[in-house]
């Protein structure tokens, strides 16, 4: 498992050789692919493409004389020894084909040099608490298999998050995982004698047969292999990887998501986040930030700006008006436009809420298409439709509509949200032989809308929330990104969203959440990559001058968080408020880094010793106190070995900066 023996371009050709048993399998017409595959026909062709460091092929199997064809893409990343693959099924036969099932994406054994067991470092996936994103550790030491699957249709809603770091036996080598699919993805990880483990990924549930020439896609795997002195090695290649190759650019350039402020949220109470927001008050906000120099990257219109979201004195809000998808001319009697040329005037960028695919049943959408609406038999009384993003005429009328709406309104980002679990939805609508195809046509969709939204306007981005991170999978973070991680609103617990931070940022670089309130502890318990302050300064008591010194914080910060990441507490129970949590991002490029801590309210000790990494251990390095302006010169050694953090009161907060010593 080796990092530095995985030479990308010669896996794939080794692994996928004609002949070999390539790392897939599936069932089909109750046969194994690895007893059919060699009597198919086999092709090998090298792709082209744009990027010097990608190398790409297509191997593809068809049965013969007629049938079924097998197309496996596969990408190789020789400077991250990292290889990605997804399937491809064609009915190339005149009749319905057999049945295919038990697809399993990746399944593939792997072996380390010396016995032992494999650890299997992941994370818990959104539950909408205190603990989601929880880093987790188990280690395989039996031959049941630790199976991984989300709840409820969205690919990280549960208990798992679709990205894994499978550590060999010496902990100085393994691979991380990547699973790319939006929807019921599983993975089985199983020990195999006395120095192997088997990975084995792909859709939850799925038996179908296709049409003739009738096609369908997998989930997609990604597997980057690594060495060095301990797991984070992994991880933070992981997190370079994902910034090379699975972030949105622009003009080929990686792009950094916003510093986004909105227009005082759920403001007057009791309105609902933006449903009693006007274009006048919108703009007066606006110039109210550039007056108090406030101005964000990014203006966020969030939920409540449609028809019929307004209408609270008949029990109606932003939630149960998804489906009236037209501006509220009553309160933006000339649409969205003036408040999107008020925030580029400023020189920011707007962003909008959306939510397309949750719709209720009497909104516009629904009595206007209801032949694209999937509804729940056995649910008769409920209130909630799918949009169904598998019939083709309605994506892509649903892609002209909403294009057609960021245009006319000005709006540079667009930002999707997704409020149900569409699982019981698709299983409702499978038709009888073919579970799973629903699942398929509308992860299928979602992935060519968002593609024709990216492409139509290439500068937009893309923020990616469904009750918060509850779709965070390799495809979603390769076209987007979750500004607002989770919904988790207790913003008298910043405890949590450390905890958010702490364990997410093993896996991806970019994500945010937001803040109400400015004490650096509270604060810093918010950023990370991206943040949405939520400030309203037309409150009395509240400090403008406290907003400033925050962003003026997080503008010199922020850049790290992109970096290498070192957890310098553990990964013990997060949620504890008597614990110390403190994290390290470095940057090798330059030496510098930064180092934020939190002591807890329940907290009893004063200081606590932790050991930096990623330092040259020779180097000098001067480490400075933000707030009281200390600071101190210490070997990378001395660093690592250990170094003594120290906060008087429980509950506050510290901010290290440190950079080579002149």
Sequence with gaps: ????????????????????????????????????????????????????????????????????????????????????????????????????????????????????????????????????????????????????????????????????????????????????????????????????????????????????????????????????????????????????????????????????????????APCTEYSCLTADWAIAMVKRYKQFELVPEVFWLDAGWHTGAADYKNGKSWANTTGNWTVDTTRFPDGLKPVADAVHETGAKFMVWFEPERVIKGTQWAVEHPDWMLDLPSEPDGTYLLFDLGNKEAREWLCRYIG????????????????????????????????????????????????????????????????????????????????????????????????????????????GTGILQTDEYSFRSSISSALIYNWKITEPGVSFLDMQERVKEYQEVRDYYYEDYYPLTGCEDLTRDNIWLAYQLNRPSDGTGIVVAFRRAANPDGSITVRLSGLDAAKRYDVRNRDTGESVVKTGAELASGFELTLAEPKSSLLLQYKPAE
């Design 1 to 268: 498992m080796s990092a530095g023996q995985v030479d990308a371009a010669r896996w794939i050709e080794t692994r996928f050789a004609r002949g070999k048993v390539p790392p897939f399998s599936f069932v089909y017409g109750d046969k194994s692919s690895k007893s059919l595959l060699p009597g198919w026909n086999y092709s090998m062709k090298r792709l082209p493409g744009d990027d010097p460091d990608v190398v790409k092929y297509l191997y593809t199997y068809t049965e013969r004389p007629s049938g079924l064809k097998v197309e496996c893409f596969v990408t190789g990343f020789p400077a991250f020894d990292a290889v990605e693959w997804v399937l491809h099924f064609t009915n190339t036969g005149k009749s319905d084909s057999r049945v295919l099932e038990q697809v399993k994406v990746v399944d593939l054994d792997m072996q380390a040099p010396a016995a032992g067991d494999f650890t299997l470092y992941y994370a818990d996936g959104n539950h909408i608490s205190k603990e989601d994103f929880h880093p987790r550790t188990t280690v395989l030491s039996t031959t049941e298999p630790f199976r991984m699957a989300p709840e409820g249709g969205r690919s990280s809603q549960g208990d798992f998050l679709p990205f894994f770091n499978l550590t060999a036996p010496s902990g100085k080598e393994g691979v991380v995982v990547g699973i790319g699919w939006t929807g019921m993805w599983y993975a089985d990880l199983t020990k195999t004698g006395d120095r192997g483990a088997t990975l084995v990924s792909g859709m939850k549930t799925m038996r179908l047969y296709l049409h003739p020439d009738e096609s369908i896609r997998t989930p997609s795997i990604s597997l980057m292999f690594w060495n060095g002195d301990d797991r984070m090695a992994g991880h933070n290649r992981f997190r370079r990887f994902v910034l090379a190759h699975h972030t949105r650019k622009v003009g080929g350039q990686m792009q950094k998501y916003p510093l986004c402020s909105g227009f005082n949220y759920r403001d007057p």
């Design 404 to 511: 057609d709406l960021i245009e006319q309104n000005g709006i540079d980002y667009y930002r999707q949200d997704f409020n149900m679990e569409p699982d019981k939805y698709w299983a409702a609508h499978d038709e009888a032989g073919r579970t799973g195809m629903k699942e398929i046509r509308h992860v299928e969709g979602l992935y060519a809308f968002w593609d024709y939204l990216l492409e139509r306007f290439p500068g937009l981005l893309i923020d990616n929330c469904a009750s918060g991170g509850r779709r965070l999978d390799l495809e979603t973070t390769s076209r987007s990104a979750p500004l607002w991680r989770s919904d988790y609103y207790h913003y008298d617990d910043p405890d949590g969203y450390q905890g958010h931070t702490y364990g997410l940022n093993f896996f991806l670089p970019i994500h």
